[in-house]
């Protein structure tokens, strides 16, 4: 195995969805320029309670692509694809902050429709908080999710963020504005 193999294969992981279904967490990579615009536009068509609410380009998806491997192997970010029968179905990242945030790290996740409610969520975030875990910086993850979003509060708390506040009128959605609410999950002692 080539050096630069080696290093792609640290963060391969396997896990099991609840139907019995085996899912690959990996680090993405270049070819998986397609695969990311489809399941970004699959969530976006949905009208996912996500930031991104526009349908992206191969030429937009490439370029930020190639940014997420950047900030990856300059240790900006840790960023996992779930993947079943070569397709991605699902996505988690924590952005590292920078300077004074350095020991912080904000989490995102996301699984498209037809591939909820059978475990991945929960095990993708688990899968990248051991990665986090073994990041010297990082010491607190946060995270913000919209107050109408049940499901992925309830994922969350089970995994041990708890609610730290509350950011007003913060999101335009579906016609209104609402709530973000703000968790938070200790890594590592502080103080
Ligand atoms: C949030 C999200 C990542 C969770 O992924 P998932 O793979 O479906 O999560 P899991 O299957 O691990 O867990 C789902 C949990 O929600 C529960 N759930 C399902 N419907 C629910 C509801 N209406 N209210 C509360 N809980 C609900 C399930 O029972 C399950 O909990 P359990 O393990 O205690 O039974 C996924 O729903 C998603 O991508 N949503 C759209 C995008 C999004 O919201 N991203 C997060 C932005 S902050």
Redesign the pocket.
Known sequence: MSVQNAILQVHEMIIKAKDGRKVVLRKPKMSDVKGLLNFINS?VRED???LCNRRMTFKEERKWLKGVIEDINKKRKIYLVAEIDGKIIGAVEIRKGRFREKHTGELG???IREY???????EMIRAIIKLAKKDRDLKLLY?T?YAN????Q??YE?IGFKRVAVLKNRIFYKGKYINQIVMELPLKKMG
């Open positions: 969530l996912a309670p996500i996740v996301s699984v909820r409610n059978l475990g991945i969520g929960k995270l999710v979003n049940k499901v992925a309830h994922v089970k």
